[in-house]
């Protein structure tokens, strides 16, 4: 088994663009942090033939959910809010503005299969859906993607 601190050199960086794909700039840093947190400690009884991707994806999913409740807990500032400096990411908020508009299956689909590269089989294992509607809901919502930001010399 490779060491823990290997997986998170070889994995973060996708982690966190599904993190940023699923919850926004604002909020993947956190989930990240709480997704390889949960891992470390899960790691160890990992079976030997796991697909670690889809298994840090899982996670990251989980700890998705777990960050929207939150927020929905939380109390709804008022007043003018200071604008927050960048996150890496793409050149502009606009993709970012796109995909959080996107209906949240079609979000999830696109996020982990675009962005983590999973089959659409892990996919509905993930997010409790037949492949066939994994498949859709990411089709869907590149569609989406498509009319509402110019995507030119993007691949797909």
């Given at each position: 088994?490779?060491?823990?601190?290997q997986?998170?050199?070889?994995?973060?960086?996708?982690?966190?663009?599904?993190?940023?794909?699923?919850?926004?700039?604002?909020?993947?840093?956190?989930?990240?942090?709480?997704?390889?947190l949960?891992?470390?400690?899960?790691y160890?009884?990992?079976?030997?033939?796991?697909?670690?991707q889809?298994?840090?994806?899982?996670?990251?999913?989980r700890?998705?959910?777990?960050?929207?409740?939150?927020?929905?807990?939380r109390?709804?500032?008022v007043?003018?809010?200071?604008?927050?400096?960048?996150?890496?990411?793409?050149?502009?908020?606009?993709l970012?503005?796109?995909l959080a508009?996107?209906?949240?299956?079609?979000?999830?689909?696109?996020?982990?299969?675009?962005?983590?590269?999973?089959?659409?089989?892990?996919i509905?294992?993930?997010?409790?859906?037949?492949?066939?509607?994994?498949?859709?809901?990411?089709?869907?919502?590149?569609?989406?993607?498509?009319?509402?930001?110019?995507?030119?010399?993007?691949?797909?």
């Amino acid at each position: 088994m490779k060491p823990f601190e290997q997986i998170v050199a070889e994995h973060g960086p996708m982690v966190l663009r599904v993190c940023r794909a699923v919850l926004g700039p604002a909020d993947a840093e956190d989930a990240w942090s709480e997704t390889f947190l949960a891992a470390l400690k899960a790691y160890p009884g990992l079976p030997a033939d796991a697909n670690v991707q889809a298994w840090l994806v899982t996670i990251a999913h989980r700890k998705a959910i777990d960050l929207t409740r939150a927020q929905a807990r939380r109390p709804v500032p008022v007043g003018d809010i200071p604008d927050r400096p960048g996150h890496d990411g793409p050149p502009d908020g606009a993709l970012w503005d796109a995909l959080a508009r996107l209906p949240d299956k079609q979000r999830l689909a696109v996020a982990y299969h675009y962005v983590a590269g999973l089959p659409y089989r892990e996919i509905a294992e993930i997010t409790g859906g037949t492949t066939d509607a994994a498949r859709r809901a990411a089709a869907d919502g590149i569609k989406a993607l498509r009319a509402t930001y110019p995507l030119e010399g993007a691949h797909s």
